[in-house]
């Protein structure tokens, strides 16, 4: 009864979009590991990792429109529940590395012996084994997103001041995990990963189960917030987002729709950072920066506010921009990023989707008028 739910809680074009990222993220890796090198269908390692890191950016572009785009709140700190989820996840890959470390200490990661560290933090228990670090992954950062929603939703924050004070919340972790004596490695990070669940973070196979489970959390999430949006409940957090004042008046407990939204988005967010740590081999506080968040609504910008498929859409497009530019003009991708947010503003005000059903609305303006 609950998959009937949310697959018929989707429209046909979002099914067949879930279809397209799960055949993507089985013939990718498949490409990978059964092709030889020298055959023409072979995928290099390499466009393996991006495909991966690609996919989990998409993820975290979902969680931020699904909070901006049908509940109207434009979270600018979303990247804090993106590093969260990274950082329990590298620190069960240090809890990991165990002797093989530069140090031999069988407890403590090489960070915390080089910094004299005589015991393991009393946060670091419980990390040495999978399923305690996938929940961490999940509840820290529902937990920070459950208290900062309950305490802004029932003081009635909103608009700009909202925005701001998530943009304060990453950027105050990003001053807290710099700091050597917060046990999370300072500004080094959390690195050097060995194996996870007993397998090398660096062959090949894993990185193809890895990006084939950053696809299927992706396909995951799409069916989920299909099914959120399309309910009942989809509909009043749309009024929500349109009408809060009406709501109110009406007896709807406003809060509640936007503490439930935001917690659910927040988790999303964390377990995408989960999955992209073990692919890129590290995790510091700059993914706590605050123009990572920016740049996450810039993805749901480009691609469609309020439309689900948009914002993965945008997300490969801005990565593979930046890929691109900052392999050969490394100093004009910022330009060319500030440019993209002038051209979307102006131009784009409902990003590529709702570009493509504006130009369908308009000849079937055009042909009403012919007839």
Request: aromatic share 14%.
């Amino acid at each position: 009864m609950m998959t009937r739910f949310l697959w018929t809680g989707m429209g046909r074009n979002l099914r067949l979009f879930v279809l397209l990222v799960l055949t993507v993220g089985i013939a990718v890796p498949l490409l990978n590991v059964l092709m030889p090198q020298g055959s023409p269908l072979y995928v290099p390692s390499y466009v393996l990792q991006l495909m991966g890191k690609y996919l989990c950016y998409a993820s975290l572009a979902l969680a931020v429109d699904l909070v901006w785009g049908f509940c109207g709140i434009l979270s600018l700190g979303h990247a804090a529940f993106f590093g969260l989820g990274g950082y329990c996840m590298g620190m069960y890959l240090m809890r990991q590395i165990g002797t093989r470390g530069v140090y031999g200490n069988p407890v403590l990661p090489d960070f915390m012996v080089f910094l004299n560290y005589k015991e393991l933090p009393w946060f670091w228990y419980g990390f040495d084994q999978f399923w305690f670090a996938a929940a961490m992954v999940v509840l820290v950062p529902s937990l920070l997103a459950l208290a900062l929603g309950w305490f802004a939703f029932r003081s009635r924050v909103t608009g700009v001041y909202l925005s701001i004070i998530t943009q304060a919340m990453t950027f105050a972790l990003l001053l807290a995990f710099f700091r050597n004596d917060m046990g999370f490695g300072g500004n080094n990070g959390l690195t050097d990963f060995k194996d996870i669940l007993g397998y090398s973070v660096q062959a090949d196979a894993t990185r193809a189960v890895l990006c084939f489970a950053s696809a299927l959390a992706l396909a995951l999430f799409l069916v989920i917030s299909g099914a959120v949006v399309g309910s009942r409940f989809g509909k009043a957090l749309t009024a929500v987002r349109d009408a809060e004042s009406r709501m109110r008046f009406l007896g709807y407990r406003v809060e509640g729709f936007k503490l439930f939204v935001f917690v659910l988005s927040a988790a999303m967010a964390g377990i995408a950072g989960a999955l992209y740590v073990p692919q890129v081999g590290i995790i510091n506080p700059s993914e706590f920066a605050p123009g990572n968040s920016i740049e996450a609504v810039l993805w749901v910008a480009v691609g469609g506010r309020g439309t689900l498929v948009g914002p993965v859409i945008g997300a490969f497009l801005v990565n593979f921009a930046k890929t691109w530019l900052t392999g050969a003009l490394p100093e004009v991708w910022l330009f060319a990023l500030g440019a993209l947010f002038i051209v979307v503003t102006l131009l784009l005000p409902k990003g590529i989707v709702g570009l493509w059903a504006q130009i369908k609305s308009r000849n079937l303006a055009r042909k009403a008028v012919s007839a």
